[in-house]
């Protein structure tokens, strides 16, 4: 009959109204920024630079191979080879950056970086509240602002560190299984050499 | 004659003259809106409380809002440029002259035959109605006659305008 | 002392009229009045934008604006302080004279409306004779400050707008008179007071009010369905809507103008309402015998405020007419039910007191809607939903 959508229409929002005084469902607003989502797994806004251990400059895992750079689509990062080496995670002496830039306004978040970093150095970050009213320097990170240990990263991608920590025990497992192996045989012909 | 109806006779005279006067023809019709207001509240003046509304709904509300798109429909609304009196004003002033002539003997007439008239008549709104389906029942039936067919020659004149446009934009 | 908190207005005003000389009474004591008008209207224009903001943002889920004051409670005046301070722009082409009179007529034919509003016993500004007379005249005037508004902005988009709103109110104008004129028929005159007095009666504890009958509630349909194309709110706000001609004829206002329209529409709504719930609600009268002891300006005005809530229900419910669809449900649905409607009323006059009355007057009224709507369905032909997704 005539005007019965309209009825029914009517009793769908009274039951709103009605509802958003008693239940999350009827009312979905989240009062920023005293109130705050929490964030999620997959998260991302821009990168970071992972660091273990305490130390951010010996135990930064970024060994300036200018790959992430290349690979960029805006070309927002900016990377400057160190003339020394130091030692990385598996023992092997490696470049570290002297200057790693990443300007945040033209980041677009690809996660281009991210996937094809061999060294498992950057990261994503979730941190979104990055407004300043510096509009050239305050959206330019450097090096010491990028890096952030291995344990904040823990924090806010859990899974996907723990996957990458299982990663990089491996392979460290490997290196020392393989040195092992290489000082044993070192070993024997010496050994075999002598006898 | 009190002050106020010196007021608003200004005020109706104002209108009628600022409605001829003025060269836009959509101001000419709100100055003669505010004619219309003027003869409205002389009405309500003479206690005449039906007539007047009935002038504000009708003419107000209804005959210059018609007036208006009229003119915006016929593209009246731009400046005339021969200006805005005629040439043939003189006869105009005449026949107007003539108009004024009648109306004012015919008024001083009716003072001079009905003196002892000196208390306005109340008329309710009750007894305009039972006059109208009582004794003028046949006028009234036969204006309502006269308006439906304006109205159905109105609807036959635009819906002639649509089949004219399509005939034409089909060819 | 029931007596004194009904009569309070009124013997308020009368005590402060005592003070001036005797031939001053009259006029001052009507001054006071419509002060009082003019002061307690906009008022309650106030509390409507904030509830309006707050009762469409719960029904969209969300909540209203809640920063300024507790919940939200000083809004409006931000609101008024925001629209007092904004920069007044005029365009260059447009008319300066008939630009700055639109505003100023709309605010003051809806304000001319509240002077025969009977807003509780002894509480109405004029007694007139033909008083709802004077409610449609000036009804009837602000159409012509829409059009004002919309023609004088020499804009394309405000005078589209501007020509559709006229369109809509006049054509639901028709409807609005002859819904109220089957209450007049019934009551025997045009006066608000005595339509008022007629409902003011108790049988078994229930009120004599209009909208209790057949042709009562089928007339309060057709009278709400018409005032809310009358102040062009939703569903019947094309003229105004955002997403349509931007702002329609009031595009080129800013500013205090702006908020002048805003205030006439509001004032409108208002005063609409009070006639409606003179009309058929019953005015200032209670709905059960044994609530007579409540003043009547307080049942008035929560009549008021109950159909200022159904008017912000209906827009969050319900989406916009097409202008032709608004048109077509005037002509073609609204106006055959109203002339039904007062067959039905001079049925019910003439039928005398009993059941029978009341059968045959709501067989015909459901016999006309529920043909009447058929028809207008079964030329919609409407089939079920079928969806169809990108591959």
């Known amino acids: ?195 | 004659m009190s002050i106020v109806f010196y007021l608003l006779a200004a005020l109706t005279v104002a209108g009628g003259l600022a409605a001829m006067l003025l060269k836009n023809m959509v101001h000419c019709v709100l100055a003669l809106t505010v004619a219309f207001a003027g003869l409205a509240l002389l009405f309500l003046k003479l206690d005449a409380q039906f007539a007047g509304f009935a002038q504000i709904l009708v003419y107000i509300g209804a005959v210059a809002i018609l007036v208006v798109f009229a003119i915006l429909l016929t593209r009246g609304s731009e400046t005339p440029k021969d200006g805005v009196f005629s040439r043939s004003w003189l006869i105009g002033l005449v026949i107007a002259a003539a108009v004024f002539a009648v109306l004012g003997w015919a008024v001083l007439q009716s003072a001079r035959v009905l003196p002892h008239e000196t208390a306005i008549p109340v008329v309710t709104v009750k007894q305009i109605g039972a006059a109208l389906v009582g004794r003028y029942v046949l006028p009234l039936e036969i204006v309502a006659v006269l308006l439906t067919a304006a109205m159905i020659g109105a609807v036959i004149v635009a819906m002639h305008e649509n089949v004219g446009h399509e005939k034409e934009g089909s060819k | 002392m029931i007596e004194t908190c009904d009569q309070i207005f009124v013997l308020l005003q009368h005590w402060l009229v005592s003070f001036l000389p005797a031939s001053w009474q009259p006029a001052a004591g009507v001054l006071l009045s419509v002060a009082a008008i003019v002061c307690v209207f906009p008022a309650l224009f106030a509390v409507a934008v904030l509830l309006e903001r707050k009762g469409l943002a719960r029904i969209q889920n969300r909540l209203g604006p809640n920063r300024v004051g507790p919940f939200g409670l000083f809004q409006p005046i931000a609101d008024a302080i925001k629209s007092l301070t904004k920069e007044d722009i005029v365009p260059q082409s447009a008319d300066a004279a008939v630009h700055f009179l639109a505003p100023v007529l709309l605010v003051i034919t809806v304000f001319m409306g509240f002077a025969v509003l009977p807003m509780g016993r002894n509480m109405v500004l004029v007694d007139l004779d033909a008083g709802l007379l004077l409610y449609f005249a000036m009804g009837a005037s602000s159409e012509l400050a829409v059009f004002m508004a919309g023609w004088s902005s020499r804009n394309k988009y405000s005078l589209l707008g501007a020509m559709r709103a006229v369109a809509q109110m006049i054509s639901y104008e028709v409807p609005l008179l002859l819904s109220s004129v089957a209450v007049v028929m019934i009551t025997g005159s045009l006066s608000l007071t005595k339509i008022v007095e007629a409902q003011n009666h108790y049988t078994w504890g229930l009120p004599h009010w209009y909208i209790f009958t057949p042709w009562g509630f089928a007339g309060f349909l057709m009278y709400a369905i018409a005032t809310t194309a009358e102040t062009n709110r939703s569903p019947f706000d094309l003229p105004e809507g955002e997403s349509e001609l931007v702002a329609g004829y009031h595009t080129e206002y800013s500013g205090f103008k702006f908020a002048l329209f805003f205030l006439g529409e509001y004032v409108a709504m208002f005063s609409i309402s009070g006639l409606g719930t003179t009309l058929f609600l019953g005015g200032w009268s209670a709905p059960f015998s044994f609530l007579t002891w409540v003043p009547s300006w307080i049942w008035f005005f929560s009549k008021l405020m109950l159909s200022i809530f159904v008017f912000i229900w209906m827009r969050g419910t319900l989406p916009r007419l097409r202008q032709d669809q608004l048109m077509n449900f005037a002509w073609k649905f609204v106006l055959p039910m109203c002339l039904v409607n007062l067959l039905a009323a001079g049925l019910w006059r003439f039928m005398g007191d009993g059941w029978l009355r009341w059968v045959v007057c709501s067989a015909i009224l459901i016999a006309a809607y529920a043909g009447m709507g058929l028809a207008e369905m079964r030329k919609q032909r409407l089939g079920p939903r079928s969806y169809r997704y990108a591959e």
């Open chain 1, 1 to 195: 009959m005539l005007g019965e959508g309209i009825l029914k229409g009517m009793a769908v929002t009274a039951k709103n109204f009605f509802g958003s005084y008693f239940s999350a469902e009827r009312l979905t607003t989240v009062e920023y920024p005293e109130q705050r989502i929490a964030p999620f797994e997959a998260a991302r806004v821009f990168p970071f630079l992972v660091f273990d251990g305490a130390d951010w400059e010996a135990g930064l895992r970024c060994v300036a191979c200018q790959i992430c750079e290349k690979e960029c689509p805006p070309k927002c990062i900016y990377i400057e080879k160190s003339t020394d080496k130091k030692p990385d995670a598996v023992g092997k002496l490696q470049f570290y950056p002297a200057r790693f830039d990443i300007d945040i306004s033209v980041c677009m978040s690809c996660q281009i970086c991210v996937e094809v970093c061999p060294f498992e150095a950057i990261k994503m970050d979730t941190e979104f509240e990055l407004s300043t009213d510096d509009r050239f320097g305050g959206l330019l990170l450097d090096r010491k602002q990028l890096a952030k240990s291995n344990e904040y990263y823990h924090q806010i991608h859990s899974t996907e560190a723990a996957g990458v920590d299982a990663r990089l025990a491996a392979e460290k497992a490997k290196a020392d299984a393989k040195a092992k192996g290489a000082a044993a045989a070192k070993t024997a012909a010496i050994a075999g050499e002598g006898a």
